[in-house]
């Protein structure tokens, strides 16, 4: 919680999200009304793991400045304010999924309080996001300085090469899982080696929204 308090937090490029006056209409209010639903469709389920799914990110996280002090922003943002807007908090999410995207990202948080792990598996169509700046490479210099609402990013990644993800959901009644990035390689060129990820239940929850922190 205090290194929580004294990272930075990571603002919205689009300003609405830290408009709290826009909140009560528009896509944000249709947004939280999808995930008020959330609750009663997973109430009495005997699932031991959740996953949320959504085609664009909750938030995809912009290094701005790759090769100096990292700048980060979120270039998606409106579904994160929503869950803050809904007051929903689903236990058991081992996490989320998205693409739209056309790279690879992974985001995790601190602690088992902190939000589920979110993964961008958008690396897989006709053409990858162009290196440039305002996307997201260099991810990783941000580890452990900057939050997402309120919560600590400890571990994150960005890679712009073709591939795919997997996952493996052990048998042997664990709750938790293991997500696989792999790359493409060939005779010409070397794909980036694998990115394994151990997925934990988490809650999913927003306590705060990009007004507010």
Request: glycine content about 10%.
């Amino acid at each position: 919680a205090e290194a929580a308090n004294a990272a930075p937090p990571v603002e919205p490029m689009n300003s609405d999200c830290a408009n709290a006056s826009l909140f009560s209409g528009g896509t944000f209010s249709v947004f939280a009304g999808q995930f008020a639903q959330l609750p009663s469709l997973v109430s009495g389920t005997t699932q031991s793991r959740l996953w949320v799914g959504a085609h664009r990110p909750f938030y995809g996280l912009v290094n701005t400045q790759p090769a100096n002090e990292p700048v980060l922003f979120s270039f998606d943002c409106e579904l994160a304010t929503s869950i803050y807007l809904s007051n929903i908090s689903i236990p058991g999410v081992l996490g989320v999924l998205s693409g739209h995207f056309h790279a690879f990202e992974i985001v995790e948080f601190l602690g088992p309080n902190g939000f589920p792990t979110t993964i961008v598996n958008g690396n897989s169509g006709t053409q990858l996001a162009t290196p440039r700046q305002g996307q997201p490479f260099g991810l990783e210099r941000v580890n452990g300085k900057r939050t997402v609402l309120g919560e600590l990013v400890t571990s994150t990644q960005c890679i712009g090469e073709f591939g795919f993800g997997i996952i493996d959901v052990p048998l042997d009644g664990t709750t938790s899982a293991i997500h696989t990035a792999k790359f493409l390689s060939d005779e010409a060129f070397q794909g980036h080696a694998d990115v394994t990820t151990v997925l934990v239940p988490k809650a999913l929850h927003a306590s705060v929204s990009f007004a507010t922190t």
